[in-house]
């Protein structure tokens, strides 16, 4: 992806017209928005990918071209922007992976166990052995608890926003979105290491 500004602008500007043009109904906006998130929707994937590696016959291809369907087949998400459109289809691919995990029995104790690490990439760190569903389950715990902490958590670890962008897409200062994170991360990583030992 380019780094040129007027690019990037042209292509949220090209991207929000897409995502409007979907929402009127027009059949052709899915067209024209693919090649405009599928890089992203391909790093995204990757990313969760890399974050949980466990077992899973799933494919990043097939992630996104799933992802993508489900999100311009459904008339009751109304997307306001690429980085709304990201977060969206970072809580789809939870799903659907908790959901192939589900399927392939990962649910088990001792079956399917994944490296979970809630650190920055460039940061070594020992990381936890759990399901992702055990993980989905504590997301779901943290978000009933906090929705807003749920979704720092969901964005960053999931979704692979930065505490900029994090704090863009929620509409929060990036200290409240450091700040949040520091603590959410802290929980999860507690609720899971609980998990793990149970």
Not at 41 to 70: K, Y
Not at 126 to 135: G, I, K, P, R
Not at 154 to 179: H, K, M, N, P, Q
């Amino acid at each position: 992806m380019t780094s040129d500004p007027a690019a990037i602008e042209r292509n949220q500007n090209t991207t929000r017209a897409a995502l409007r043009d979907l929402a009127d109904g027009d059949g052709s906006a899915a067209d024209r928005l693919w090649p405009l998130v599928y890089d992203e929707l391909r790093a995204l994937a990757e990313s969760q990918f890399r974050r949980v590696q466990d077992g899973h016959t799933l494919q990043p291809t097939a992630l996104v071209h799933e992802v993508f369907l489900r999100l311009v087949g459904r008339s009751e998400h109304v997307i306001n922007d690429r980085a709304h459109f990201m977060a969206i289809a970072a809580r789809a691919m939870r799903q659907i992976l908790v959901d192939h995990a589900r399927r392939k029995g990962a649910a088990k104790r001792g079956g399917g166990g994944a490296c979970i690490s809630l650190v920055e990439a460039d940061v070594p760190a020992e990381c936890v052995d759990v399901e992702l569903t055990v993980v989905h389950e504590a997301l779901e715990r943290l978000s009933a608890m906090d929705a807003r902490k749920g979704m720092i958590v969901e964005r960053r670890f999931f979704g692979g926003l930065t505490i900029e962008e994090t704090a863009v897409a929620l509409g929060v200062s990036r200290t409240t979105v450091s700040e949040e994170w520091r603590f959410a991360r802290a929980w999860m990583v507690h609720q899971l290491q609980r998990d793990a030992d149970e």
